[in-house]
């Protein structure tokens, strides 16, 4: 071998290493910015196989809200006669039916997101936030399907959109937030106990009869409305009845600035409790 024929070893690349965290760390919310193309894609995926081999496709966004609107119009209207202020019962319940359904879809995805992608999870890095995110912003597109059943209700009805109409977008950020609050503190729990995912259909049902969808919060006793509104959902569905009705409770403001202070707490605790979590997902899950 000829000294023009020697190559030097080329230098070793470099290594990185992802370690865990100790402690309570940051949320290193820019890194959801950096990942924004995956949260889209798994948003879209989300939205394909929720209907995929089905019969009737996207029309169960229709039929779900339509069919249960119907047997909550049958026990708190035909049975329980609860006042709905003048408002026809159907359209009082359906609005109030929105946002739930949102927030209820929402809710269960996002506690089963973790358990549901563990095979990526297990395969790839990315912050694992993106998951519960990426879940719950799939059920806005059911969410506008359902709100074209709405404005056919209020043509049929003969009741007039006002300006209150443009609050509803916030009040669409309130319930996912909301949603994702709560659904990060269910996720993180599922991968370590789960037991989680056979309780949150339970907890989902309880928490429609004690939020105001099928009544109006005016119907609880008075001494009881302040602890009432701490259920983080009063105001947001008496607000939404607000936008589309114009029908509002006289503690709305009070039941909608603690909606949001709840939201936020549940948003940001939830978030830490899931970052704490994070470090044994991949090996619990």
Do not use: C, H
């Amino acid at each position: 071998m000829t000294q023009t024929d020697f190559k030097p070893p080329a230098p070793p690349k470099e290594m990185l290493t992802i370690r865990p965290p100790k402690g309570w760390i940051s949320l290193n919310l820019r890194d959801l910015w950096l990942y924004r193309e995956l949260i889209t894609f798994l948003t879209w995926r989300d939205v394909l196989v929720r209907y995929k081999q089905t019969l009737l496709g996207a029309s169960w966004a229709i039929i779900n809200p339509v069919v249960n609107m119907l047997v909550l119009q049958f026990i708190f209207g035909n049975l329980a006669n609860m006042d709905t202020g003048g408002v026809p019962g159907p359209i009082f319940r359906y609005t109030a039916l929105l946002p739930w359904m949102l927030f209820a879809q929402a809710l269960g995805s996002s506690g089963r997101s973790m358990l549901s992608n563990r095979g990526l999870i297990t395969k790839v890095y990315f912050p694992r936030l993106v998951v519960p995110l990426s879940s719950v912003l799939s059920g806005v597109v059911d969410f506008g399907i359902s709100l074209l059943v709405m404005i056919g209700m209020m043509i049929f009805y003969q009741i007039p959109l006002t300006w209150a109409v443009l609050t509803i977008p916030l009040l669409v950020v309130l319930t996912l937030v909301i949603a994702l609050g709560v659904g990060m503190w269910l996720a993180a729990l599922n991968v370590l106990y789960r037991d989680v995912g056979y309780i949150l259909p339970v907890l989902t049902q309880l928490w429609l009869f004690i939020s105001p969808v099928g009544y109006s919060s005016a119907s609880i006793p008075e001494n009881l409305q302040l602890l009432y509104a701490f259920n983080p959902m009063t105001g947001v569905i008496e607000a939404f009845r607000w936008a589309m009705l114009g029908e509002a409770t006289a503690t709305l403001s009070l039941q909608v600035v603690i909606s949001v202070g709840v939201g936020f707490i549940l948003l940001v605790s939830g978030m830490f409790f899931f970052r704490r979590m994070e470090r044994t997902f991949a090996d619990m899950i």
